[in-house]
């Protein structure tokens, strides 16, 4: 029976309700029991559980137990028109490309016995993670190693989303992250994405005048790109899972995927950086490459020069602020987050 979304099972709640999900939908899981179910405390956009099931069938194995990750939506949505299918497609269609993703193993699109849509996948062991909160420049794997791991940490990230970049979208079947049906028109639509999800997270408040005045700058610089291609949308190293050298093992996190400008991605990484960084004027951490190696860097893997990279950064920022408006009023921050935003827009039109 499905129940109500607005009163969806706690984690110790689905420890009962998954072990016949996971005993009918998983062929290695027939005569198993769910133990455990503890939800990360990373991320705003999905909520995502760490589920341990004993006496799992690998042939071979040493252990019966396996872990599994399942991710729903959150009950505070933080992005407009929220899809959990479209991270599960994107992952399962991604499967067999040089992108390396964890391996899906089913969705449930509808309201379900979970109270929700939800979907389920491999959980990677072993695996390193760069945190967002604290700031990873901060605490954390990042913070403790020395600055060539950080370099490897970081220059890892730019090759995977070189990789992304170079994904041929026809053939894996990426046609749906279409902003619209004509390519040429992506920084149109995103820019247009932009204003009217902002007024969607203010939900009639006055909307920061900073990044109004981003918004009134993407709108007067429209450009037609020359490349479209599968765009990562969250790229940052808090999507990356890293093995013990440091090297990224898999990718993470797209329910903000789209098809546009790639150079959108970069931006994406530098903004977040910026951000998060507390070093004097947002400096990046020691051993990070500088912004323009960064950008080098990418250009040398794909073969193509970044283009309308002030674009990218505005429109990164605003992107950036859409959620943070909506954790903002969650937790009554006072307009504190969006505020660090529009000091990013400042800034790079004060560079411009």
Same mark, same amino acid.
């Given at each position: 029976?499905?129940?109500?979304?607005?009163?969806?099972?706690?984690?110790?709640?689905?420890?009962?309700?998954?072990?016949?999900?996971?005993?009918?939908?998983?062929?290695? !899981?027939?005569?198993?029991?769910?133990?455990?179910?503890?939800?990360?405390?990373?991320?705003?956009?999905?909520?995502?559980?760490?589920?341990?099931?004993?006496?799992?069938?690998?042939?071979?194995?040493?252990?019966?137990?396996?872990?599994?990750?399942?991710?729903?939506?959150?009950?505070?949505? @933080?992005?407009?028109?929220?899809? /959990?299918?479209? &991270?599960?497609?994107?992952?399962? *269609?991604?499967?067999?490309?040089?992108?390396?993703?964890?391996?899906?193993?089913?969705?449930?699109?509808?309201?379900?016995?979970?109270?929700?849509?939800?979907?389920? $996948?491999?959980?990677?062991?072993?695996?390193? %993670?760069?945190?967002?909160?604290?700031?990873?420049?901060?605490?954390?794997?990042? !913070?403790? %190693?020395?600055?060539?791991?950080?370099? *490897?940490?970081?220059?890892?990230?730019?090759? $995977? #989303?070189?990789? #992304?970049?170079?994904?041929?979208? &026809?053939?894996?079947?990426?046609?749906?992250?279409?902003?619209?049906?004509?390519?040429?028109?992506?920084?149109?639509?995103?820019?247009? =994405?932009?204003?009217?999800? #902002?007024?969607?997270?203010?939900?009639?408040?006055?909307?920061?005048?900073?990044?109004?005045?981003?918004?009134?700058?993407?709108?007067?610089?429209? =450009?037609?790109?020359?490349?479209?291609?599968?765009?990562?949308?969250?790229?940052?190293?808090?999507?990356?899972?890293?093995?013990?050298?440091?090297?990224? +093992?898999?990718?993470?996190?797209?329910? $903000?995927?789209?098809?546009?400008? &790639?150079?959108?991605? +970069? !931006?994406?990484?530098?903004? %977040?950086?910026?951000?998060?960084?507390?070093?004097?004027?947002?400096?990046?951490?020691?051993?990070?490459?500088?912004? !323009?190696?960064?950008?080098?860097?990418?250009?040398?893997?794909?073969?193509?020069?970044?283009?309308?990279? %002030?674009?990218?950064?505005?429109?990164?920022?605003?992107?950036?602020?859409?959620?943070? @408006?909506?954790?903002?009023?969650? $937790?009554?921050?006072?307009? /504190?987050?969006?505020?660090?935003?529009?000091?990013?827009?400042?800034?790079?039109?004060?560079?411009?």
């Amino acid at each position: 029976m499905a129940h109500d979304e607005n009163q969806r099972p706690t984690a110790d709640e689905l420890v009962t309700l998954l072990t016949p999900i996971l005993q009918e939908r998983l062929p290695e !899981a027939r005569g198993t029991e769910v133990v455990s179910c503890v939800r990360t405390e990373t991320g705003f956009s999905t909520e995502t559980f760490i589920v341990t099931v004993a006496g799992v069938d690998h042939p071979g194995a040493e252990s019966t137990t396996a872990r599994y990750v399942l991710r729903r939506p959150p009950l505070l949505p @933080i992005l407009p028109g929220y899809d /959990l299918r479209r &991270q599960f497609l994107v992952m399962q *269609r991604l499967a067999d490309s040089d992108v390396p993703v964890p391996r899906v193993r089913f969705e449930e699109a509808g309201v379900t016995e979970l109270g929700s849509p939800y979907f389920v $996948m491999d959980y990677l062991d072993s695996a390193h %993670t760069v945190g967002d909160v604290p700031s990873y420049h901060q605490e954390g794997v990042f !913070a403790d %190693t020395d600055d060539a791991g950080r370099a *490897r940490l970081w220059n890892g990230c730019i090759d $995977m #989303i070189a990789r #992304i970049h170079r994904v041929d979208t &026809q053939r894996y079947r990426l046609g749906f992250l279409a902003l619209s049906p004509d390519p040429s028109s992506a920084p149109a639509d995103l820019a247009s =994405y932009l204003r009217t999800s #902002i007024e969607w997270a203010y939900a009639g408040a006055a909307t920061h005048p900073g990044l109004l005045a981003g918004l009134d700058w993407l709108d007067s610089h429209l =450009y037609s790109p020359r490349r479209i291609g599968l765009c990562w949308g969250d790229a940052r190293m808090s999507n990356l899972l890293y093995n013990k050298g440091f090297e990224p +093992i898999a990718a993470l996190d797209w329910e $903000m995927a789209y098809l546009g400008d &790639q150079g959108a991605d +970069i !931006a994406w990484m530098l903004t %977040t950086d910026w951000i998060s960084s507390p070093h004097e004027g947002h400096a990046p951490s020691p051993g990070v490459p500088l912004p !323009a190696e960064t950008v080098a860097r990418y250009e040398e893997a794909v073969g193509a020069p970044v283009e309308n990279m %002030t674009f990218h950064l505005i429109s990164s920022a605003l992107l950036l602020g859409l959620p943070l @408006i909506r954790v903002d009023e969650a $937790m009554g921050l006072d307009g /504190l987050l969006p505020e660090v935003c529009a000091n990013r827009i400042a800034a790079v039109l004060d560079g411009a």
